[in-house]
């Protein structure tokens, strides 16, 4: 091999799968330079609708290059993770894209975080996946229990100076005519299970977002008897609820999705506002500004995490009818921005030219894609982790990760 040429080795590599192609940088150094070090992409989760009822078979699909257009919706030009496949269950009447399109929680270090519904338990619960090696572990506990009145938000996120993976999971009990908090942390490999960390008095909407090494939720408050919406920060390091410079925009008046929402665009913490009046979508990114040493800057405080270098900057709008059926999704080195139009259509707004432009409208086959996260291909094991319950999917002798039968036997063997 180290007699062909470069050309030739990179060609015979690239056809490799990924998981192979991860553990062939371990060969030699010219091996690891020629494959390239771990790029960030987008990791994205299809659903089949077969006779209009939507299959609860989930596929996911990789793709790293962002030069190639087609690398961010089309599942021929994609990389199928097989080892990764599962299982979704809906309730009656509910399809699975209006419950699922937030179900992969974020990615960290190569390891993704699931919440979805399983055969096994019958209810909502948490799950962590390596999605390259196929290893799979349910969250121990992570149900709602008939005792809560709500339960649903979870957020993951990892902390490189103690190189720990952590869930966190908020749940709300209804005592005395009020709903109260409380926030709970799982240190994978810890063995010390969920840990209470404190009382909120917020009601957390919106996806989790975790960047800047904390996760980020949009939270409500009742203050002087008006309902105040706030963005929170929970330090993972700190493992304390902080918060965040108000959103740049009025948040809403009742709770409706469709008027803003939290997105990571381009590495950034950004704020989405749809305005069916003006026919926009506008979004701002949370940014740290650079000022000269001789600038004097005003303390925080230690319920903030950022200081007062970060601000909200106003970084584009794009006007289209119906803004609200669009959803930003990744940026694009050319500074082109993606969007999903309800989930079967991508269009690409180029930000120099002001125009909008239709790339992708389905496949022909009834495929949608439920979600897309930023994701880094690892082979990050999460027995090595200590979660001695973790399992292989691709080694169940065929069933499918989901099935009941299998799932009750892997937790038996816990």
């Known amino acids: 091999m180290d007699n062909l040429?470069?050309?030739?080795?990179?060609?015979?590599?690239?056809?490799?799968?990924?998981?192979?192609?991860?553990?062939?940088?371990?060969?030699?150094?010219?091996?690891?330079?020629?494959?390239?070090?771990?790029?960030?992409?987008?990791?994205?989760s299809y659903a089949n609708l077969i006779d209009n009822v939507w299959d609860t078979k989930i596929d996911l699909y990789y793709g790293d290059d962002l030069d190639n257009l087609e690398q961010f919706y089309s599942t021929e030009a994609?990389?199928?993770?097989?080892?990764?496949?599962?299982?979704?269950?809906?309730?009656?009447?509910?399809?699975?894209?209006?419950?699922?399109?937030h179900h992969m929680v974020g990615s960290c270090n190569g390891l993704v975080c699931l919440h979805l519904n399983t055969q096994v338990t019958n209810a909502r619960c948490g799950a962590i996946c390596n999605p390259v090696t196929g290893e799979f572990l349910l969250l121990p506990g992570l149900t709602k229990p008939s005792s809560l009145r709500d339960w649903g938000i979870i957020g993951f996120g990892y902390v490189p100076s103690t190189r720990e993976h952590k869930v966190v999971r908020c749940s709300y009990r209804l005592l005395e005519g009020e709903q109260n908090g409380l926030l709970e942390v799982y240190t994978l490999g810890s063995q010390t299970g969920w840990r209470v960390k404190e009382k909120i008095p917020h009601k957390f909407y919106s996806a989790t977002l975790f960047v800047n090494g904390a996760i980020h939720w949009i939270g409500k408050i009742i203050q002087g008897g008006h309902e105040v919406y706030k963005v929170v920060a929970y330090d993972l390091a700190e493992e304390k609820v902080k918060y965040v410079s108000s959103l740049p925009f009025e948040y809403f008046k009742g709770y409706d999705p469709t008027t803003?929402?939290?997105?990571?665009?381009?590495?950034?913490?950004?704020?989405?506002?749809?305005?069916?009046?003006?026919?926009?979508?506008?979004?701002?990114?949370?940014?740290?500004?650079?000022?000269?040493?001789?600038?004097?800057?005003?303390?925080?405080?230690?319920?903030?995490?950022?200081?007062?270098?970060?601000?909200?900057?106003?970084e584009f709008s794009i006007s289209v009818r119906d803004p609200e059926m669009y959803r930003p999704y990744a940026i694009t080195e050319s500074n082109g921005v993606l969007l999903w139009h309800k989930q079967n259509k991508v269009y690409c707004y180029d930000r120099n030219a002001l125009t909008l432009t239709m790339l992708w409208e389905g496949d022909g086959k009834g495929s949608s894609c439920l979600q897309a996260i930023p994701h880094t291909n690892t082979l990050v094991s999460l027995k090595d982790l200590g979660e001695c319950c973790a399992y292989n999917v691709s080694s169940d002798n065929g069933e499918n990760s989901g099935s009941k039968k299998s799932k009750q036997r892997k937790r038996r063997k816990c």
Request: proline fraction near 2%.
């Open 78 to 101: 994609l990389t199928k993770l097989d080892s990764a496949t599962y299982s979704l269950c809906t309730l009656s009447g509910h399809s699975i894209w209006n419950k699922y399109h």
């Open 260 to 314: 803003g929402r939290l997105e990571l665009l381009g590495g950034h913490l950004c704020a989405v506002k749809y305005n069916d009046h003006r026919d926009e979508i506008k979004v701002w990114a949370f940014k740290e500004r650079n000022i000269e040493n001789n600038t004097r800057i005003m303390g925080h405080r230690a319920t903030d995490y950022y200081d007062h270098k970060w601000s909200w900057s106003n």
């Open 5 to 44: 040429p470069t050309d030739i080795i990179d060609n015979i590599l690239s056809r490799l799968p990924v998981e192979s192609r991860l553990q062939n940088r371990r060969v030699s150094k010219s091996w690891k330079n020629l494959i390239g070090d771990r790029k960030k992409g987008l990791l994205l």
